[in-house]
């Protein structure tokens, strides 16, 4: 008999970022398993768009107005809270849950609170561990870190992304035994093969949720100080009208381009058409983003902190900013990539070999099985048979409407 689990996140695609696509492609590979049948309840907003179904999935929608496509704020997370706490004994009714599997320590994790004798997991994923991000809610962190504590307590197991939001988890949530569990991608078959010439412009391309974590102000800065260079930003946020004032104040308007939020198969348009993928953000727990740009061979700059450097192998894959003094070492860092662009093929081909070696979706799947028989083998669920991902399809069930 398949075990049921049960997926929960406060964002799921189209809304939200990489715990949400870590979601889908997790629920994906788990249904093409003979162990498991998964039930999702997940936020959505339908002015932002349909979400995708995983068939044979039982999906749960929880709607709600979201203050953009990747921001939720805390209004919307206190409405998905209580509209989850009023679903889930519903959900807990029809199907024998064997265990339950939460995005997010906070805000998702304490649902915990109202199934105690089911066992659960928890993806810590940066913005749910207080001070990862450093000023980003800071206020909830300190209101809300004893119960953030006890979710974690609670949990059978609980997995970072990376090895620093682990020893983060571990250092501020009293949680020793925090485990890694990266992200994955899928390598397109498509590789990038064409660079700009010195005559041309660096073409320089971040992707990202354009908030004040992500410290876009210091790559305008940057892009500012470097000539030959032009930068393209894909996404949305509530640092977009600021950052084109800035981009105007510094007289930078013609050399930077505000893309606003694009389709996936647009993202990776504009990948492909850059020299080099840059996100300033020192708090990531594990870019998808940045992911992205690197399985296509695409060469990145990041910030020699979090789990961006867990990803890049500094002057193999990419190059490291010190975080102590972003700006300078951003500007210095596009400075020689704008004057010698002869080690680009090759970091982008070591970009590309690292996501089809260490950062594949069968591996964090796999490992995301052994913690699921683990804790089910502990709390006096019997070990389902060992197998490997992807044998058989899921059952034949209709999926939910997903304009509904």
Known sequence: MKKEILLVNYEYPPIGGGAGKAMFHLAQELMRTEEYHLTMMFGA???LGAFPTIEGANHYPLFSSRDGMHRTGAACMVKFLVRAYSMLPAILKDRKIDLIHYFFSMPTGLLSFA?????????MRGGDCPGYNAGEMEVMHRIMRPLNRRVVKGACKVVAVSQALRDAVRSTLNAPACQVIPNGIDVPNESKTQYSKLIEPLRLVMVSRLSATKRTELLLAAVSRVRGCHLTLVGEGEKLADLKAQAQALGILDRVDFKGCLPKSLVYRELHKA???????????????MLEAMSVGLPVVGVNSGGTRELVDNGVS???ADPRDLETG???VIARLVADRSGLPDAGRAARAACRDRFTWGATVEAYRKIYQECMF???TPRIKPG???SKPG???APLDANR
């Open 395 to 397: 059952p034949d069930q």
């Open 330 to 332: 951003l500007t210095g």
């Open 45 to 47: 907003d339908a002015r």
């Open 378 to 380: 502990q709390s006096g």
């Open 115 to 123: 199934h105690p004798k089911i066992p659960y997991i928890v993806s």
């Open 275 to 289: 020299d080099v993928f840059v996100l300033p953000s020192p708090g990531e727990g594990m870019s998808n983003a």
């Open 388 to 390: 490997a991902c992807g």
């Open 318 to 320: 990419g190059w490291l």
